[in-house]
């Protein structure tokens, strides 16, 4: 069964760079597979940010396109996020997942991202 | 881009009992990829069925999914403690891909 662990900074200034990692284990990242990012805000609902394919393909969500990349690394097999130009509304709790059956199988336990000065 | 309307926003029943949650979508999708999710405090979601109707992995068959083009319905045969929780369900577009998540059902004790 493949595990999810996210991790990175707590607390991101606003119009700074929100980074997060996501190590897989009992799978990999280079299988055929579609790994991707989900957010959900303090006590609203849940917002898919985006995915990557074993290849390098992504697909964002229109809303966040133009300042989000989600980058694969195989050799640690991990994926990464990066979001831009952060600001209070990108404040929530960021959760990697593995894509399957047109949602999401697996997911990690999150890791909460305030932006904050 | 669809959009997906779950309701009641809030269910109040007691253990035993039915549950019937509904989500429904602005437009029909001829291929059913309407998934379900449960939510409980501090967790991650949990995929609980996909397709619209088939159970994933090691969910209890209390669980059933139903519904097809814009009317899906999650039902709980008999409510368990554990059930207690907020449901989202979720759609699949692949043109262009987009997944779309419902505002959420909390499902509360009475």
């Known amino acids: 069964q493949v595990h999810l662990q996210e991790s990175g900074p707590g607390l991101v200034r606003p119009s700074g760079t929100l980074s997060l990692t996501c190590v897989v284990s009992g799978g990999s990242v280079s299988s055929a597979n579609w790994w991707s990012w989900v957010r959900q805000a303090p006590g609203k609902g849940l917002e898919w940010v985006g995915e990557i394919y074993h290849g390098g393909t992504t697909n964002y969500n229109p809303s966040l396109k133009r300042r989000v990349i989600i980058s694969l690394d195989a050799s640690k097999n991990q994926l990464s996020l990066n979001l831009t130009s952060v600001t209070a509304a990108d404040t929530a709790v960021y959760y990697c997942?593995?894509?399957w059956g047109g949602g999401f199988d697996s997911w990690g336990q999150g890791t909460r991202v305030t932006v904050s000065s | 881009e669809i959009v997906l309307t779950q309701s009641p926003g809030t269910l109040s029943l007691s253990p035993g009992e039915r549950a019937t949650l509904s989500c429904r979508a602005s437009?029909?999708?001829?291929?059913?990829?309407l998934v379900w999710y449960q939510q409980k405090p501090g967790q991650a979601p949990r995929l609980l069925i996909y397709?619209?109707?088939s159970r994933a992995t090691g969910i209890p068959d209390r669980f059933s999914g139903s519904g097809s083009g814009t009317d899906f319905t999650l039902t709980i045969s008999s409510l368990e403690a554990e059930d207690f929780a907020v449901y989202y369900c979720?759609?699949?577009?692949?043109?262009?891909?987009?997944?779309?998540f419902g505002q959420g059902t909390r499902l509360d004790i009475k």
């Open positions: 997942t593995r894509v």
């Open positions: 979720q759609h699949y577009s692949g043109s262009p891909p987009m997944y779309t």
């Open positions: 397709g619209a109707s």
């Open positions: 437009q029909s999708d001829p291929n059913n990829l």
